[in-house]
């Protein structure tokens, strides 16, 4: 789908989640940065610790808690590349 954002959250030892998504939401070290399908390629270093926001088709939202490692946006999607991604515990997104 044309208006769907290919997104992947990896960290070191795993992928943690991979799928299509409506927008990603991540802060680095320059700001918090919303992701959505056809952005200008990016690089960007992680603000350590932070939290990046997956918003899926329906409205819903994968929140993980990330430490270290940057986000990669380019023509196929947006990668998260983390030191750690753990899913957020609901109360803190």
């Known amino acids: 789908m044309a208006n769907q954002l290919a997104v992947k959250v990896v960290a070191v030892e ?8 409506e927008m990603l939401v991540a802060r680095t070290t320059e700001g918090e940065i919303g992701v959505l399908p056809g952005h200008s390629p990016l690089l ?36 998260v590349l983390a030191e750690s991604a753990t899913p957020a515990a609901p109360e803190s997104h």
Do not use: M, N
């Open 14 to 21: 795993e992928r943690v989640w991979s799928g299509e998504a």
């Open 44 to 79: 960007g270093l992680l603000k350590e610790p932070s939290q990046v926001r997956v918003k899926l088709a329906g409205g819903e939202q994968l929140t993980y808690d990330v430490t270290g490692g940057f986000l990669s946006i380019d023509a196929d999607g947006v990668t």
